[in-house]
């Protein structure tokens, strides 16, 4: 199933191995589940180089291979990639496919089946004319001889012929359905993984649905409409050499589909649009009262919020029952005009017959052609909808892929500390407002702590994230060990970074999982991400302890707790960077103070600590100190200095008195 759709000889035996004999060329990639990302590991070369076993005897260079993009990049050191053990005791043991990560990339790789699909397409039609002749040549030749061996000679031809395009057909519809299967097996992984990349992403799910669309007109009766309506204009043609005058009639019929068809698109679009919408409102609002069933159950608003529900679901019924009515209505003067067409066929027909233009069966041959051919336009034009649904979402994963597939390379020296150096970044969410951070510019050293701290929307949150890569900035960069962190590959930026969001969410899966990224590690450094962050004890009286699930609605830990596994789940691994978006809410002074221990132990470590917060706690330990305005402005001090600005202090004073000391220490100087 997760073969491309090209020519491959394989091993009989199997059901399948049929249509994949037909379909497959070419081996699957060694990896299709990823963008094109390289990240190289100077000092790993060495011992990836051991696992491979002896070194096979110098090749003279390869030319480099062009991709539908641009030339493939030079072979060489500085552009080596690191792959998996499998993916490396794979190269030099044959030919391997380059990855597929572009729509272009896909279509290029199916010509071949794509060129069987129209032969048998051809094939398939062609036997459609099976009935016509067959008509055409009873009526003007076996009555005329009263020959019974030739009856029986034509019907069996014309029986066998049934029977070849019904085997064409299956061939054709399983081919596509593995095609189907093959387009959501390729890019599901890539669409669904590249939604959370970049600060503009679409949602995984519209990806997914998108790619459902596809997947569904290629494998439904959609394609292949639109495939046999390409041989309307032959079936025209075949009756044109009955008699112009028939095909003068079977052309109006055509026509007549093709104005019915775009009608029916210009008058439902709109009903199906105001539908569309009332039924996500009427959906948003079932959602909204699903996750407030507290809050709507103690404000006693469940007659109200059920009112503007069924406001919503009636627009919606009412809006689909009028687009509906005018599609049967339009779909029905379509039969209503192919009926008309086939009598008029007969009624000309027939009076040509008398007139000796033509014989009983070209006037029966011609009336069939011309329902084939009229009957081809109109299923197409009854798949219109799902062509362009289809089409604009084949544009949309085609953007998406393209972006996803510019090489990203992440090279670096593990010899070297990482040092954060942010160059003048400046964000905006809207062109039309003032930004939320503006060209800020800082360094921070391996081991150093960088305390961000502001009133509430000052942007202390979009720092973080843009810090962490997961938001891209308007201008500027920045860097992580001279790399900029919006070049790191997942797998870089999972060992490099550790981040606690502000909202910290549980992934489905077990406590151990989540600690660990859904990723396999040893559970020896799960339990002491855990320790660090002071959740373990609280994991072990659970009765599951570290393998108790967190799914849907019931979580068997508090708010606290959730972020103190969130503060695992940052600290696990030591990475080189560690990210925390104001980690004290929800705990204790005592929890506040075990989690000091823990960043104690992660900067001694070399760990660069960046900390948000509208505390000033965390200030008394920082080695930087920035403090945003929520205008777009940003005061920075060192260690050297101690000091931040007399209306921050003054606020702090006048919401916590209790802190003041602690304020007074580091705005002392």
């Known amino acids: 199933m997760g ?33 094109v990302v390289a990240a190289v590991d100077l000092e790993a070369r060495p011992a990836a180089k051991a696992e491979q076993g002896p070194v096979p005897p110098p090749q003279p260079p390869a030319s480099p291979t062009p991709t539908p993009d641009g030339p493939a990049p030079a072979s060489g050191p500085e552009h080596a990639s690191a792959t998996s053990g499998q993916d490396a005791s794979k190269v030099g043991s044959g030919r391997r496919q380059p990855a597929i990560s572009t729509m272009r990339d896909a279509w290029r790789r199916s010509r ?17 004319l099976t009935l016509p002749l067959y008509i055409f040549q009873i009526l003007d030749r076996v009555i005329a001889s009263r020959s019974i061996d030739t009856l029986v000679l034509l019907t069996a031809m014309a029986a066998f012929a049934f029977l070849m395009a019904t085997l064409a057909e299956m061939l054709r519809r399983m081919m596509l359905l593995h095609w189907s299967m093959w387009i959501k097996t390729q890019f599901g992984k890539i669409l669904f993984a590249g939604s959370f990349s970049g600060s503009k992403e679409r949602l995984p799910s519209k990806s997914i649905d998108d790619l459902n669309e596809v997947s569904q007109f290629a494998s439904g009766s959609g394609l292949t409409a639109w495939l046999d309506a390409m041989w309307a204009p032959a079936f025209l043609v075949l009756v044109f050499m009955i008699h112009p005058l028939l095909a003068l009639i079977v052309l109006g019929g055509m026509l007549s589909m093709l104005l019915l068809g775009a009608l029916n698109e210009i008058v439902t679009r709109p009903l199906r649009s105001a539908a569309r919408q009332a039924k996500q409102k009427s959906e948003g609002l079932l959602a909204a009262a699903e996750a407030n069933r507290e809050t709507v159950a103690g404000l006693n608003v469940a007659s109200r919020l059920a009112a503007r529900w069924d406001a919503s679901d009636s627009k919606q019924a009412s809006e689909s029952s009028a687009s509906r009515l005018a599609g049967l209505s339009i779909g029905e003067s379509m039969r209503f005009v192919e009926g008309i067409q086939r009598i008029a066929c007969y009624a000309v027909g027939v009076w040509l017959a008398i007139e000796g233009s033509m014989t009983a069966g070209g006037v029966i041959a011609g009336a069939v052609l011309g329902r084939l051919g009229t009957s081809s336009v109109r299923k197409a034009m ?32 593990r010899g070297r500390p990482l040092a954060l150096n942010i160059e003048r970044i400046t964000h905006s969410y809207n062109p039309r407002q003032s930004p939320v951070i503006s060209e800020l510019e800082l360094s921070i050293m391996p081991g150093e702590v960088l305390a961000v701290i502001g009133p509430s929307g000052s942007g202390k949150s979009t ?33 490099l970074i550790g981040y606690m969001q502000q909202d910290t969410r549980m992934l489905p899966g077990t406590i151990a999982e989540n600690i660990s990224a859904l990723g396999d590690a040893d559970p020896q450094e799960i339990v002491e991400a855990a320790k660090r962050a002071g959740i373990h004890d609280v994991i072990m009286r659970l009765p599951k302890g570290y393998e108790t699930q967190l799914s849907g609605q019931s979580f068997p830990l508090s708010g606290g707790e959730i972020r103190r596994l969130g503060l695992a789940r940052a600290l696990f691994g030591q990475p080189h960077m560690v990210i925390l978006d104001e980690p004290e809410a929800n705990l204790d002074e005592a929890l506040v103070a075990h989690m000091m221990e823990a960043l104690s132990i992660c900067r001694a470590s070399g760990s660069v600590l960046v900390i948000t917060s509208q505390s000033p706690d965390f200030a008394s330990i920082a080695d930087k100190l920035v403090v945003l305005d929520g205008c777009g402005g940003a005061e920075q001090f060192d260690s050297s200095q101690h000091l931040v600005p007399d209306w921050y202090r003054d606020a702090l004073m006048s919401k916590s008195p209790v802190r003041s000391s602690t304020l007074g220490d580091i705005t002392t100087g």
């Open 463 to 495: 720092l973080a994230r843009l810090i962490a890569g997961t938001l891209e900035p308007t201008a500027g960069r920045v860097l992580l060990g001279e790399l900029d962190v919006s070049r790191f590959t997942t797998e870089e930026r999972q060992r």
């Open 3 to 35: 073969r491309p759709f090209n020519i491959h000889l394989v091993k009989p035996g199997k059901a399948t191995d049929l249509v994949g004999a037909v379909i497959n060329r070419d081996p699957p990639p060694a990896s299709d589940d990823q963008p």
């Open 382 to 413: 009854g798949n219109w909808r799902q062509l362009t649904v289809a089409w604009r979402a084949h544009q949309r994963i085609s953007e998406k892929l393209k972006s996803l597939s510019e090489p990203r390379v992440a090279i670096r020296d």
């Open 112 to 128: 071949t089946g794509i060129l069987v699909i129209f032969l048998l397409t051809a094939f398939i039609n062609i036997l459609k």
